[in-house]
């Protein structure tokens, strides 16, 4: 049973470059989302996702987008990479049930340049 | 503004003792609290929640109870084992919201040291 699998664990990028982080989950959980965890800054959500074809923006969207084609996969796109964007990103899901906890990836640890 | 504060950064404790980990919010919108666990190198870990209707939850060696009137939740963890260190994040979620919008706390270092 894999849970969570985030792709790749590492990644270091040049100011400007994209990429995409890679989130997929073989639970069937319709809620996937995606945080940031900064140094004395807790997780942060970035966008998350209530289904295929469905996203929205968390509390740090800006410079980064999402699609959620499937049900299994939720990636995460760099636009245009910013030392700002240096970071631990995680991936999550959750069933679609009233408090069910959120299941977290490893995460992608990122480091632009 | 921070909703979700976790004062303490680190705590250190001897093995068999008891941890408490504390957490404050502000949000009075709050209705559901989770602790998450988390070891270096891994994602976060579901330890243990608590809703607002209830003031204390019990899993084990873990037991969460909440104060609503001071805002106010603690994770009690005893006894406490090497194993349980790790990095403790408190987070909350509003009313009317979705399990998947959490406003998590910075997180609390807890050691035990055998």
């Known amino acids: 049973n894999a849970g969570v699998t985030q792709t790749p664990k590492f990644q270091v990028l040049k100011t400007g470059q994209s990429m995409t982080l890679q989130c997929a989950q073989d639970?069937?959980?319709?809620?996937m989302s995606w945080y940031r965890q900064d140094p004395g800054m807790g997780l942060r959500l970035i966008h998350y996702?209530?289904?295929?074809?469905?996203?929205d923006q968390g509390e740090v969207p800006n410079g980064y987008n999402v699609s959620r084609s499937t049900t299994e996969d939720f990636p995460l796109r760099l636009l245009s990479a910013a030392p700002s964007q240096t970071s631990v990103y995680f991936c999550?899901?959750?069933?679609?049930?009233?408090?069910?906890?959120?299941?977290f990836g490893n995460g992608t640890r990122l480091t632009v340049t | 503004d921070q909703q979700v504060k976790q004062n303490s950064p680190s705590l250190s404790v001897q093995e068999g003792r008891i941890s408490i980990l504390n957490c404050d919010y502000t949000?009075?919108?709050?209705?559901?609290f989770l602790w998450y666990k988390k070891y270096p190198a891994e994602g976060p870990t579901f330890l243990i929640s608590?809703?607002?209707?209830?003031d204390k939850n019990e899993d084990g060696r873990f037991t969460v109870f909440l104060n609503k009137s001071a805002k106010h939740l603690s994770l009690h963890i005893v006894p406490s084992q090497p194993g349980d260190s790790a990095v403790y994040f408190c987070?909350?979620?509003?009313?009317?919201?979705?399990?998947?919008?959490?406003?998590f706390g910075k997180g609390t270092l807890l050691t035990v040291n055998p």
């Open positions: 996702s209530v289904g295929a074809g469905i996203t």
């Open positions: 608590i809703s607002s209707i209830k």
């Open positions: 949000n009075s919108m709050f209705d559901y």
């Open positions: 987070a909350a979620r509003g009313s009317g919201g979705s399990n998947y919008k959490l406003t």
């Open positions: 639970m069937n959980h319709e809620y």
């Open positions: 999550a899901s959750s069933r679609q049930v009233i408090n069910s906890p959120l299941h």
